[in-house]
């Protein structure tokens, strides 16, 4: 994993968030992490990630996830939005692919699958990065 | 696992050919505790499993509460919906 490459991670679960954040930070990349979406906004105002790991349902949160993603794709349409959550009605998933997530994963997801997505969507992003360059 | 119970596969049936609708929150309360508790469970053990390290204590921990939070969900939601209890 590119050193640079930046990840937010939010979901109103500390632990869960904390977890994630610990499985991207062993493969090298910078995480971030909030349990509030409002809170998401202000870190991804700053720090520009380049992956974004949103879970939706965030009954405590000042947005829910749906709600961070149209946020963040109204600014960007460049970087990752990575759905990670344990709703798994259709509804939900074409409401978040509408909004521009560009994947969907539902919990529980083991380790190995997870960071078999997360590898696939870091290659993508450093060969757009390379690309750009 | 639990080994399947011997008329499981014809419970399935029944619930089916029943049209058995189980109330929307009981499947909210369900899904939103034991999906976000597994899915924390999984993570703590297959890290364990897979770097061949033991769970740290913090972790273990961890994983333990969560599970006694799905009995005690379970728990919690049996006696909210038994009949025995609705009728009080």
Not at chain 1, 13 to 24: G, L, R, T, W
Not at chain 2, 23 to 48: A, C, G, Q, Y
Not at chain 2, 64 to 85: C, D, F, G, Q, Y
Request: hydrophobic share 40%; charged share 35%.
């Amino acid at each position: 994993m590119e050193k640079s490459l930046k990840f937010m991670v939010v979901d109103d679960e500390a632990d869960i968030c904390e977890y994630v954040k610990e499985v991207i930070e062993k493969k090298g990349g910078i995480g971030f992490s909030t349990t509030d979406g409002r809170e998401a906004l202000e870190i991804w105002e700053r720090e520009r990630p380049d992956v974004n790991v949103i879970d939706i349902h965030m009954p405590y949160s000042s947005l829910d996830g749906l709600e961070l993603l149209a946020k963040i794709r109204e600014k960007d349409s460049d970087s990752v939005c990575v759905i990670l959550t344990r709703m798994d009605d259709e509804e939900t998933i074409r409401r978040a692919k509408t909004l521009g997530a560009n994947h969907y994963i539902t919990k529980p997801i083991g380790l190995r699958e997870l960071e078999e997505v997360l590898d696939n969507i870091l290659n993508i992003v450093k060969h757009n990065k390379t690309e750009g360059e | 696992m639990a080994r399947p119970l011997p008329q499981e596969p014809v419970f399935y049936e029944h619930l089916k050919k029943e049209k058995v609708k189980v109330d929307s929150r009981i499947w909210e309360i369900l899904e939103h505790h034991i999906r976000n508790d597994l899915f924390l469970v999984e993570m703590i053990l297959e890290t364990s499993f897979y770097d061949s390290a033991p769970v740290k204590k913090k972790d273990m921990k961890m994983a333990i509460e969560r599970i006694k939070n799905i009995v005690r969900v379970i728990s919690r939601l049996k006696k909210a919906t038994t009949r025995e209890n609705l009728a009080t």
